[in-house]
T-cell receptor, first 113, second 111 residues
Framework: DVKVTQSSRYLVKRTGEKVFLECVQDMDHENMFWYRQDPGLGLRLIYFSYDVKMKEKGDIPEGYSVSREKKERFSLILESASTNQTSMYLC????????????FGQGTRLTVV | GNSVTQMEGPVTLSEEAFLTINCTYTATGYPSLFWYVQYPGEGLQLLLKATKADDKGSNKGFEATYRKETTSFHLEKGSVQVSDSAVYFCALRDYGQNFVFGPGTRLSVLP
């Protein structure tokens, strides 16, 4: 089975801290994604990567950056955490073909205080 | 751009009732279509998918048929159980590689 693992289930950080969310997949997928999920807003794409060292902005990239130095790992970075970044963060991976599905991690619930 | 519209929830049903969750999409090409399910506190899990017109995806008693003429992919189940209580997301993927998700429909099944 494909496994997408996020480094933390729950995280509490202080305003202004630099926060790293890590995601690792074990199926050699080319594509990786970071979403945030908020009540009433559904899933919003922050960044995605279609290959190592490649990244593209999604719908809400402001305040975030990403890193993909190895194929299996995709990191989301909050440069200076703010309370409005309190959310559920979901990582996903997929093969590159349009007819293949995404596999999701279990999510990281981040609270910024 | 591409988009996915789902019926607004929450949907509340009694156990063994018939379930329909409507999903329609807008896409420039011929996307693949997916239904995902999210249980409380978890990530999304693929429930079923269809990759071309008239394909029927099915899993765990759930079914959905890719209807190109009506641009729809409605989710159905003949008899829901309490354990089906979750949030259901309709999604599409086009040749641009990205997924587009609907807003999600929360289903509550009462015993």
């Amino acid at each position: 089975d494909v496994k997408v693992t996020q480094s933390s289930r729950y995280l509490v950080k202080r305003t202004g801290e630099k926060v790293f969310l890590e995601c690792v997949q074990d199926m050699d997928h080319e594509n990786m994604f970071w979403y945030r999920q908020d009540p009433g807003l559904g899933l919003r794409l922050i960044y995605f990567s279609y290959d190592v060292k490649m990244k593209e902005k999604g719908d809400i990239p402001e305040g975030y950056s990403v890193s993909r130095e190895k194929k299996e790992r995709f990191s989301l970075i909050l440069e200076s955490a703010s309370t409005n970044q309190t959310s559920m963060y979901l990582c996903a991976s997929s093969l590159g073909a349009w007819n293949t599905e995404a596999f999701f991690g279990q999510g990281t619930r981040l609270t910024v205080v | 751009g591409n988009s996915v519209t789902q019926m607004e929830g929450p949907v509340t049903l009694s156990e063994e009732a018939f379930l329909t969750i409507n999903c329609t999409y807008t896409a420039t090409g011929y996307p693949s279509l997916f239904w995902y399910v999210q249980y409380p506190g978890e990530g999304l899990q693929l429930l079923l998918k269809a990759t071309k017109a008239d394909d029927k995806g099915s899993n765990k008693g759930f079914e959905a048929t890719y209807r190109k003429e009506t641009t729809s992919f409605h989710l159905e189940k003949g008899s829901v159980q309490v354990s089906d209580s979750a949030v259901y997301f309709c999604a599409l993927r086009d040749y641009g590689q990205n997924f587009v998700f609907g807003p999600g429909t929360r289903l509550s099944v009462l015993p």
